[in-house]
């Protein structure tokens, strides 16, 4: 179990200029990841160093997106005005939570513009609905990982999150530091700082021009 990615919505008219706007500020450049078509959702990927990404995901206007738990997560967080969805972590094997949670985990996969076909299963997404500071699990399954789609030259360093660390710890039935792994300081926030809700607050990325916070 490792950190994999962290999600950020927005709507689908402000899609081109947030993604503009966050490459502009980390010196990076996105990369178009394509429609999730199971979701009803599309996103742009940025890759960072030790195999994160950073994930710009906006709803379409598809019934797949009131369809689905990641598209009505997606299409609610762009209704209250985007920001910072969730954080996510990858895992060899779902299964272990799969019986954890006692239901069986999603598949997705989107095309990219490159035709390559990329696919996964991913569990959890009720409760990050019900929870905004727990991750939802994400297990790969085919082809490369989005953090290789181009050179990373910016790096996770540290998560503000609002939220409390037994709750979290439970949730992921590991310890969260190992979870998250090495590199990456995880700041509480109270949530009665972060306007009474739990979640992450802002990311901070360190860039060839210095660290960038994001919120």
């Known amino acids: 179990m490792r950190l994999d990615h962290v999600s ?10 947030t993604v503009q706007r966050l490459g502009s500020r980390l010196g990076s450049t996105f990369v178009d990841g394509g429609v999730h078509p199971r979701f009803g ?15 710009v995901v906006c709803p379409l206007d598809h019934p797949a997106t009131d369809a689905s738990a990641f598209g009505k997560a997606v299409s609610q967080r762009a209704a209250e005005g985007g920001g910072w969805l969730t954080w996510v972590v990858s895992v060899d094997d779902v299964a272990p939570i799969e019986a954890r949670l006692g239901r069986p985990a999603v598949e997705g996969h989107r095309v990219k513009p490159d035709g390559t076909d990329l696919s996964w299963k991913q569990i959890g997404l009720l409760g990050t609905m019900e929870d905004a500071q727990l991750p939802f699990f994400v297990q790969w399954i085919a082809n490369h990982h989005p953090s290789t789609d181009g050179k990373a030259v910016a790096k996770i360093v540290k998560i503000e999150l609002a939220g409390d660390e037994n709750t979290i710890t439970k949730w992921l039935g590991s310890d969260l530091h190992s979870a998250i792994g090495d590199g990456v300081e995880i700041v509480w926030v109270p949530a009665s700082e972060n306007d009474g809700d739990n979640g992450i607050v802002a990311v901070h990325l360190a860039t060839p021009t210095g660290v960038v916070r994001l919120d």
């Not at 950020?8 to 200029?17: C, E, K, M, N």
């Open 8 to 17: 950020y919505v927005t709507s689908h008219d402000q899609l081109a200029d």
């Open 41 to 55: 959702t599309r996103n742009f990927t940025l890759p960072l160093a030790n195999g994160h990404y950073l994930e």
